[in-house]
């Protein structure tokens, strides 16, 4: 067993949230499926604590996952300074994080995401990894990995068809057969506009989806994953909807963290009117 640091983060709002899809929640604790390993995590006050099939570096993995490393206190108070509205709900939402995803496991959940709700979500990234991912022990329970860009490359058309994808299978084989793994890694060469226009240029991905992609597997926080919640939200409080107005307003005052932001506004809006 690894005892980590905990910092301010919260488990349930950093791993419930929406961000990932792949975890599940048993007497407080929390098991998650990585990239390599299944790891359990329970919290206290002061740490975490994560057992794993393999503990091998583990206390770096989730940090690095879990983005402990990271100043939020300090963005925080930037992103009040710039807009005092948000104080209540950036105060609300103390001890959520930013999860730092797989990237190819993040482009195709999100690719998934497309005009779905998080419970078939959930049910397609898992079926895709029951069947071509490989099989782990903890616990005495069967977990599954995401398979890798080759395990799904072997995949033809009709398989993703028998995961009940509907319309995005035919957006996830062609994305599948057309890229690499240094497709997959370039993009953190990328900006973040640059980045986008990448991801877009493939079928199913569009603005929202590319945003979730970069922020949530890439760790861009100058991104704009806007839904009806955060649409919502700017609404009730600002007094518009529309996409491009959103964009501005984010742009001008959050800048660097315009993703944080309005990942603070959905997880207020959504998650907290949830409890």
Same mark, same amino acid.
């Given at each position: ?24 929640v048993t007497n407080d604790k929390y098991t998650l499926i990585l990239s390599d390993r299944v790891v359990e995590l329970y919290e206290d006050n002061e740490y975490i604590y994560a057992t794993s099939n393999n503990e091998t570096n583990l206390e ?14 300090? %963005? #925080?108070?930037?992103? &009040? +300074?710039?807009? *005092?509205? $948000?104080? =209540? !709900? ?88 057309? %890229? #690499?793994?240094?497709? &997959? +890694?370039?993009? *953190?060469? $990328?900006? =973040? !506009? ?18 979730c992609i970069l922020l949530f597997g890439y760790k861009r926080l100058d991104v704009f994953p806007i839904d009806t919640w955060v649409k919502k939200y700017m609404m009730d409080n600002y007094g518009f909807a529309d996409i491009n107005k959103i ?29």
């Open positions: 067993m690894k005892k980590i640091c905990k910092n301010d983060i919260n488990l349930n709002d950093a791993i419930t949230c929406g961000q990932i899809f792949r975890y599940f770096n993995i989730l940090i690095n996952f879990l983005d402990l490393n990271r100043d939020y206190e300090k %963005i #925080n108070q930037y992103l &009040i +300074n710039n807009d *005092n509205s $948000l104080k =209540t !709900i950036i105060e609300s939402c103390k001890g959520f994080k930013i999860i730092n995803s797989p990237s190819f496991e993040m482009i195709i959940s999100y690719m998934i995401s497309a005009n779905n709700n998080v419970r078939n979500i959930t049910r397609a990234v898992n079926n895709l990894s029951e069947k071509y991912g490989k099989e782990i022990i903890f616990n005495d329970k069967k977990y599954y990995l995401f398979p890798s860009l080759d395990d799904m490359k072997k995949l033809n058309l009709e398989d993703y068809i028998n995961l009940k994808l509907g319309f995005r299978s035919k957006y996830i084989y062609d994305f599948v057969k057309n %890229i #690499n793994e240094e497709d &997959i +890694n370039k993009i *953190n060469e $990328l900006d =973040t !506009i640059a980045a986008i226009k990448y991801l877009t240029s493939f079928n199913g991905i569009g603005l929202k989806i590319a945003s964009k501005e307003y984010a742009t001008n005052k959050y800048g660097e963290y315009s993703g944080l932001a309005i990942q603070y506004m959905f997880h207020s809006k959504r998650n907290k009117a949830l409890h």
